[in-house]
């Protein structure tokens, strides 16, 4: 069994709230499980108040991205009755893009014969910190993708060519909040702070998602950059998923979205892009957005996305992990017998499942061998995408207490490596379910980390 002893923080006090009632799910697709927020209607919004009263979680259909009204009081009308949300229509979603390869090795040789051959070049772009050169390619007419791909793969440099697979961010739904600051699931890891710590001043987390706003009250003295790599002539992506991560990590401990190093840097990267109202990554984008964390020397980066195998990210995450550069991908919420997800699959990534306040696993979470650690991620309140809060659900919202966690011990001893950071992480790790590694909780639930002691401040990318 692992240590069940909590260990003490030395982060800023955060108040998170997680939800009392019973979780509300909607239908995801074949595919991989597509961002939703709280009830399915009117978007992103801020509920506002507690469950029951005024406009919380009322599913007003059209009201925005955000909805801070006061809720009616006993002089005013009553309010309505909550509606139940509509049941999405699963949608089979595209796990890549048409009659497009992706390549990171060839050579000029192989390169030139590909274009006799009737493959064009779509797109390169340089990955400096990573020594390759990533191209799309499409592939001739009247050849098969997979018969496109057999062919690069027989070359001697195109061996890693692949789909231009889709990756998207691992939201579900959520129910109301809870009343009250403080809920149960932070106790279950031990997130407390009363103590201000100057050494997270040293700390910065990569994130590689959504759009984020940066105009949001919480990040208002927040230590934020947000980068887009989506090419602009590409629909770009809400500022929904991306801004409820990182106000997780960063947000103002004062506001309604506290996160859980408010004293901590973000450089988040935009990779995404919106088509039809599906929001995802492209493995070529995402390359390089690893590329440009690499390239500014962060250390943890979390990945709140999930998607298929592809060989070009297998060989980027290898070649980060050898940098020392430590990973946090979410599990995804396609459910239990749902084969693996991707990058949190790959041996090189640390895999973060969803835990609820009790303790219990989401019951959407991803499981297998690969799993190697749980957090929270039911019910948590942070920040909505233009003001205010609300709760949301899904393996997205664990992967940043681990993320989190493993800044504190770098901020702690900037010399620990990537391995010696999962090390801390797995063995101070709260045993869940079957005695030792498991399919469901992995090592078990995330624990907070040290208070960070460090004076010596780390070098800043």
């Not at 009263?53 to 005013?76: C, E, K, L, M, V």
Request: one cysteine or more; hydrophobic letters at 40%.
């Amino acid at each position: 069994m692992k240590p069940t002893a909590l260990l003490p923080t030395g982060l800023l006090l955060l108040f998170l709230a997680f939800a009392v009632s019973s979780i509300v799910h909607g239908s995801f697709t074949p595919a991989m499980a597509q961002d939703d927020d709280d009830g399915g209607a009117g978007g992103d919004d801020d509920d506002g108040g507690s469950a029951g009263a005024g406009n919380a979680g009322s599913g007003n259909a059209g009201a925005g991205d955000d909805d801070d009204r006061p809720s009616s009081g006993g002089s005013g009308p009553a309010p309505s009755p909550r509606r139940a949300p509509p049941q999405p229509v699963a949608v089979d979603l595209p796990r890549f893009a048409s009659g497009e390869l992706v390549t990171v090795a060839l050579d000029d040789a192989d390169l030139a014969a590909l274009l006799a051959r009737g493959y064009a070049v779509l797109e390169e772009r340089a990955v400096p910190e990573l020594g390759i050169v990533s191209r799309r390619l499409s592939v001739p007419p009247g050849t098969s993708l997979d018969a496109a791909r057999d062919e690069v793969r027989a070359l001697a440099s195109g061996t890693d060519a692949d789909f231009n697979h889709f990756y998207r961010s691992e939201e579900s739904v959520s129910g109301p909040e809870c009343e009250g600051l403080n809920c149960a699931s932070l106790d279950l890891v031990g997130w407390h702070a009363p103590a201000s710590q100057p050494c997270l001043a040293d700390v910065v987390v990569g994130v590689i998602d959504t759009g984020i706003n940066p105009d949001h009250p919480t990040f208002a003295t927040s230590r934020l950059e947000v980068h887009t790599l989506a090419p602009g002539s590409l629909d770009p992506s809400s500022a929904i998923h991306g801004t409820a991560v990182a106000a997780l990590l960063i947000g103002d401990p004062t506001s309604r979205s506290p996160g859980l190093l408010p004293g901590a840097r973000v450089v988040a990267v935009d990779a995404f892009h919106s088509e039809g109202g599906d929001e995802r990554a492209d493995v070529f984008t995402l390359v390089a957005a690893m590329d440009f964390l690499a390239a500014r020397n962060i250390r943890v980066v979390n990945l709140s996305l999930a998607g298929p195998p592809n060989s070009v990210l297998e060989q980027t995450v290898a070649k980060l992990a050898a940098r020392d550069m430590l990973l946090v991908a979410a599990t995804g919420n396609v459910g239990p017998e749902a084969d693996p997800a991707y990058p949190a699959a790959y041996r090189d990534v640390v895999a973060v499942t969803a835990v609820d306040k009790t303790g219990k696993i989401y019951r959407r979470a991803g499981r297998g061998a690969h799993v190697d650690l749980a957090a929270p991620g039911v019910g948590i309140w942070t920040a909505a995408s233009i003001k205010g809060a609300r709760p949301k659900t899904g393996t997205s919202f664990a992967a940043p207490f681990v993320s989190a966690t493993a800044a504190a011990y770098l901020a702690a001893d900037p010399t620990l490596t990537a391995k010696d950071l999962v090390s801390r992480l797995t063995a101070s790790a709260m045993d869940l379910g079957d005695p030792g590694h498991d399919e469901i909780y992995g090592h078990g639930l995330i624990q907070a980390g040290p208070a960070c002691t460090s004076t010596e401040a780390a070098k800043a990318p």
